[in-house]
């Protein structure tokens, strides 16, 4: 196995872990089962995937549930779900947009 590829297995078991350790990676895989996209804002994200009553370290403002999806990126794709951050059309709201990639 080269070094790249024992790099590469090392990488995906971190962010695996770092997503088996997060309230909120759950959520969203919960959320987007059973649904190719969802889209909204982080307002709606948060409204819609916070449960009752919220785990210790849940993000409690929209901005805060933003980085933290930032940080959970590379383990979700890695688990076959693109977050993409984007602007309305009209440029008045700030969406995210959540979709299983195929095969997954």
Wanted: aromatic share 4%.
């Amino acid at each position: 196995m080269s070094t790249l590829e024992t790099y590469l297995r090392a990488t995906a078991s971190a962010q695996t872990s770092v997503l088996d350790s997060s309230h909120l990676a759950a959520a969203i895989r919960l959320l987007i089962e059973g649904r190719s996209t969802w889209e909204g804002t982080a307002t709606e994200l948060l409204a819609e995937t916070t449960p009752n009553p919220a785990p210790r370290r849940w993000p409690p403002t929209p901005q805060h549930l933003s980085g933290e999806i930032k940080r959970l990126q590379p383990g979700l794709r890695v688990v076959g779900i693109e977050i993409e951050f984007t602007r309305s059309s009209d440029r008045t709201a700030r969406l995210i947009t959540i979709t299983k990639t195929p095969g997954e």
